[in-house]
């Protein structure tokens, strides 16, 4: 055996190894004696799009909870990066906030899990959207997107009533803002709804009004919880086009959706998980056609049942034809007819059948955005508890 050493080619390694902006390291999050999040670590690549996908239940709003400081972690670690490159060097100095900088005050490196949201927000650069629209519904579209600038705002008034009195800096400040707001209103349709207030426009443009607004923070990172949730197959498209424009800005993303449309369509990253724990973590074509992910995602309890001819053409149907490609072939006409309207009572075997999509908007929701969702009761796990506190 030879003792030489072989680098790695650097055109292999993934760009969420080789340039992460997130880092999460052994994160675990504990609600009493239920592990919501157990042991996880992942990266998400600068400029990259990354799903975090997996069935109700499995940790998903979690892991963003604790990214965006609404949960501190139970352990683990979360590193934002704003300078390129793993290796971007620490400084020493290690304020109370969990701010860490480099000398040169450009490539940050963040630890999230000491800072307070507000903090990873304004200063890591972090960005959310929630499940439920959190807009300012009396406010009109363009005051919600002013709203998101206040911090810069409040700094160009010099903290005092300069803004009153039309301090130079504040004037500008004040411009450049209304001008960022248009810029996002172009992008996300809503130029003609400036006016009018957040709570009047139909579902589909405030969660694209969410977006804009979260987008008025220059964020290093934008994290959206289900942003396709109850849009229609034509705004499903144009949110792809969105994501994909705001990746093309140099702001990486990272989502969670149910929608396997938008999600294999466009990520060029996903992680899934399953309660709790990481089973899978690469590209598009890995994860569709690992026979986890499949097991999981589509609530069958154990890998054979993928032979059943009604559970495989559910996968295509929830999954798309590429799931199934690793799979021993079954003859079409050996499959059982299957209503597309209804997959889940057609398939009737899987042993987890597919539950209606919770109602997070209460809005109506579409036989697209039904189905996805996998349903389960979780696995106990040590001593289940939920008493909604955080250990
Ligand atoms: N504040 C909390 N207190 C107690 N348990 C919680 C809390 N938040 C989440 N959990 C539990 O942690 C587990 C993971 O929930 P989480 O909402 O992160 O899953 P998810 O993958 O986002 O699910 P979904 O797709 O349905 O939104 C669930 O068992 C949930 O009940």
């Excluded at 290093?220 to 034509?234: F, I, M, S, V």
């Excluded at 057609?346 to 969702?373: D, I, L, N, Q, S």
Aim: charged share 25%.
């Amino acid at each position: 055996m030879s003792d030489t050493l072989v680098a790695p080619n650097p055109a292999t390694i993934p760009n969420w190894e080789a340039d992460p902006v997130l880092t999460v390291e052994h994160l675990t999050m504990r609600f009493g004696g239920l592990v919501a999040v157990g042991d996880l670590s992942f990266s998400v690549g600068r400029g990259d799009i990354t799903a975090l996908i997996g069935p109700n239940g499995a940790g998903k709003t979690t892991v963003f909870n604790c990214v965006t400081g609404f949960y501190k972690p139970t352990e683990g670690r979360i590193a934002m990066r704003h300078g390129p490159g793993k290796q971007a060097e620490l400084v020493e100095e290690v304020t109370a906030s969990g701010l860490r900088w480099k000398k040169d005050g450009e490539q940050g490196v963040f630890l999230l899990e000491r800072m307070a949201d507000h903090e990873i927000s304004a200063r890591a650069g972090v960005a959310r959207t929630f499940q439920n629209i959190r807009l300012f519904s009396g406010m009109t579209v363009l005051e919600n997107l002013l709203v998101a600038q206040h911090n810069r705002l409040v700094v160009a008034s010099g903290f005092s009533i300069g803004g009153i009195l039309g301090l130079p800096n504040y004037r500008k400040a004040e411009s450049e803002a209304v001008d960022k707001a248009v810029h996002w209103l172009k992008q996300t349709n809503l130029m003609d709804r400036a006016d009018d207030p957040a709570g009047d426009l139909p579902y589909g443009a405030q969660r694209r009004l969410e977006i804009a607004r979260a987008m008025c923070t220059d964020p290093y990172l934008l994290c959206l919880d289900e942003p396709a949730a109850g849009l229609n197959p034509r705004e499903s498209k144009e949110l792809n086009e969105l994501l994909q424009y705001i990746r093309g800005q140099g702001t990486s993303v990272l989502l969670i959706e149910h929608d396997m449309g938008v999600v294999m369509e466009i990520s060029d990253h996903i992680i899934v998980l399953d309660y709790g724990v990481k089973i899978a973590d690469g590209d598009a074509t890995s994860v569709r056609t690992d026979p986890k992910v499949i097991a999981a995602y589509l609530g069958v309890e154990d890998e054979e049942d993928l032979d059943v001819p009604e559970v495989r053409e559910h996968v295509i149907e929830t999954i798309g034809e590429a799931a199934i490609a690793d799979l021993a072939p079954q003859p079409m006409a050996e499959r059982a007819p299957v209503t597309s309207a209804e997959p889940a009572q057609a398939v009737g075997k899987p042993k987890r059948a597919p539950r209606a999509r919770k109602a997070a908007t209460g809005k109506t929701e579409t036989a697209k955005t039904a189905a996805p969702k996998t349903p389960r009761t979780r696995k106990p796990r040590g001593t289940s508890s939920s008493d909604g506190g955080a250990t």
